[in-house]
């Protein structure tokens, strides 16, 4: 019998993460947004999307397809390393490559721009990689984010799923870049995981990777995923999440569509780059709205204890 998620990250600790995250947005209401910097407007960035599978980056970028099931459909889909090449390049020149960031594959159609790579948030959002048309990202506080799934009700998406994939990200992404495909894979199942499935195991739920395949040395690709991916998660749950040390909103971006829609385009995690200041535009929504909003999330985690 699998563990449920309050086993891991308390009840009593989830809802006070999320009325921390709560009072932040109530005063984040009443601010006026700040200076403008260079290439983007209102937290809004044109980026390049890319994955590991584009010819632009796939020597720079780590992942492979790996096979699952999600809410009882089996699937086989590209799992790893995200891109966004910057399309302003004039604000990121020279050789420096700043800390979590990337540059392009030299022979490739972005020769040696800078970019950030992160991981997928969405399971069924459409993605497109694209070397030449660029997309507007809008650059979002995990907390917001997590409020705007919640709210529009994304299939599946597990209330606080965001909090535990900041985490997992601020606390792997940074080794696994420098590992392989694989752990690339493994993080992003990880991540898929607890954004989706209520129950830490990436062997079984409603998102799992699957190793019943006929080809023997897919299997065994499989079987590495998932052993790694849980590993990730034990790892994250031991520590508690970071709840009382980890500070998503400042250590983590997710970058969203401009409108905020999630069904629109995949929205990517990030760690905070030090190439450029992130700044965040205000995605807030009207205070009405955000008290309907948070009222749903407080419900379920009460529900839970009954």
């Known amino acids: 019998m699998k563990t449920q998620w309050n086993s891991a990250v308390s009840e009593p600790a989830l809802i006070g993460r999320l009325l921390t995250a709560s009072f932040a947005r109530l005063t984040a209401i009443a601010m006026v947004s700040g200076a403008v910097a260079s290439g983007q407007t209102g937290g809004i960035y044109s980026f390049y999307p890319t994955s590991g599978g584009h010819s632009a980056v796939n020597a ?128 992003q199942t990880a991540i898929w995981e607890v954004l989706y499935d209520g129950q830490p195991d990436v062997t079984q739920g409603s998102f799992y990777v699957r190793n019943q395949l006929s080809n023997s040395y897919q299997v065994g690709l499989m079987n590495q995923v ?47 780059p030090q190439a450029t200041p992130v700044q965040y535009g205000n995605p807030i929504p009207e205070p009405s709205a955000f008290l309907l909003g948070l009222v749903a999330p407080l419900a379920l985690i009460r529900r839970r204890r009954h």
Request: charged content about 15%.
């Open 60 to 187: 720079a970028l780590d992942g492979m397809t790996v096979y699952d099931s999600f809410r009882g459909h089996d699937s086989r889909a590209y799992a790893g390393e995200m891109g966004l090449v910057f399309a302003d390049q004039s604000s990121y020149t020279g050789a420096q490559t700043p800390a979590n960031t990337f540059r392009a594959d030299a022979d490739g159609p972005l020769s040696g721009d800078l970019g950030l790579w992160g991981y997928c948030v969405d399971y069924s959002s459409p993605w497109t990689d694209s070397a030449t048309q660029s997309r507007q990202f809008r650059a979002t506080t995990v907390s917001d984010a997590d409020l705007l799934y919640t709210q529009q009700g994304v299939t599946g998406y597990q209330t606080g799923g965001l909090f535990r994939a900041a985490y997992l990200i601020d606390a792997f992404a940074s080794s696994v870049n420098a590992q392989g495909d694989t752990e690339a894979a493994a993080l």
């Open 226 to 272: 998932r052993g790694l991916a849980n590993g990730y998660i034990a790892a994250a749950a031991s520590e508690n999440w970071g709840v009382g040390s980890f500070d998503p909103d400042n250590r983590v971006v997710v970058w969203m569509t401009t409108n905020l829609q999630t069904s629109a385009f995949q929205s990517l995690l990030t760690v905070n």
